[in-house]
């Protein structure tokens, strides 16, 4: 019995490794959805009613995908240092400090850059910069997707099948 | 708190606009020279100054940068120059709390105007303030037969034009015990005079006063004649064609007018084509001078039509 119990165990500890990374995948596209989403919402604020940055960032804390409030909340919170630190580097802690993002390093970089723009320059400048990141970002999305319809079941698979395995040997 | 305690925290408010380390040696004031404190003065290449009633006072310490007057610029604007970008063409940022930051530097045109800072060389924050009491002695000779006449009030820059129409409005709409309070229009372009925040005026401009911020002076003025029914219209700095052409049509109305003029007599207006308008139509039936020996200010009113 406590043999059956064990490999019950060990099926379930795999299986449950391969969900995992089925999760972390799919939060990874998600992510990146909700980034640019948020974005196209802070270009719009800022182009088209002119809100001070304070109020984007407060906006995006509470109405962004869940994913990517954690950004736009930590560089409110940062806010309150402008004048001892620069924007930029409240909104570049705010990004590396993000880590549920999932970001890869290029992303990372073009998102932290867009901080050296953001608040200093005229609306059609930071309109610009906003839409290159989010064309940066799409085919980061497009690739993160494609992973996830590709090795979802592949990790699946993989979690049982390694679990099973494992049985197969010890017992 | 005392007169001299407020002064000291309008000069602490506007420190607070300054990048850490300017911040930092302008708190090291002592706090009689905090409560006299005019201006704080960034130039790049220069340490940061302090204008005192005597002159200007250095801070000491590095010189100033370009990247200093950037900070600062990004401070005063909360990270958004997007949101201060119409002042910014005109060379100044309203600042929460009723401070006015003035810029200078390399300007790029845009569309036939001033499109923006290439780079900043020198910045000014004006700190305004409340000075209660300076219109006390003033105020009974601005009305005649129980009525406000049109005001002018005419001084150089610097003079204290900002702080005694704000006492004068507070004082006309708070009324007193002879005369009832007025209902004053406020056209407040710069957010200087009232320096509203989330609807609510930071400086005390009297119960019966509405406000107009950020507007150009002409449009604000148009609007609170058709929406607020005002007794009495004030605004600062009459200058461009458009702000004139404001002034009579206000005065067409039947409303009384409080407004602010650069110049140092009435003679320095009348020389300006641009003014023309008003002394031909004799729409201000006072003027008040501004006159200033170091910290001191004395009233000068012209009654009847000077210009």
Redesign the interface.
Known sequence: MIRWIGAALVIAATGGMGLMGVWRLRRASQALEGLIASLQIMESE??TR?????EVLELLGKTAPQSVRGLYRRALGG?GE???R??YSIWASAVRASRELALGEDEERVLTELGLC??????RE?AEAISRVRRRLEPALLRAEEQRRRDTKLHAFFGLASGLFAVMILL | MTYADRLSERFDGAA?????RL?ERAERLPAADRAAAEELRLRVGSPAAVLMPEGEISLGGEPVTRRDI??AV??A???????S?SSMRRGFISCRGGYRMGLCGSVFMSGGGV??FGAYSSAVIRIGRERRGAADRLLPGLFRDGRFRSTLILAPPGAGKTTLLREIVRRLSSGDGRRPGLRVGLCDERGEIAALREGEPELDVGPRTDILDACPKAEAAMMLLRTMNPQVIAMDEITSPEDIRAVESARNCGVALLATAHGACPADLRSRPAYRPLFEGGVFENTVLIRRDGPVRTYELMKGEPL
């Open positions: 800022i182009c002119m809100t001070p940055m304070r806010m402008l004048g001892m620069s924007f953001l608040g200093r320059y005229d609306v930071q | 607070r606009l300054l990048p850490g911040r950037e900070l990004e401070i604007t909360g990270a958004s120059v997007h949101s970008q499109g923006g």
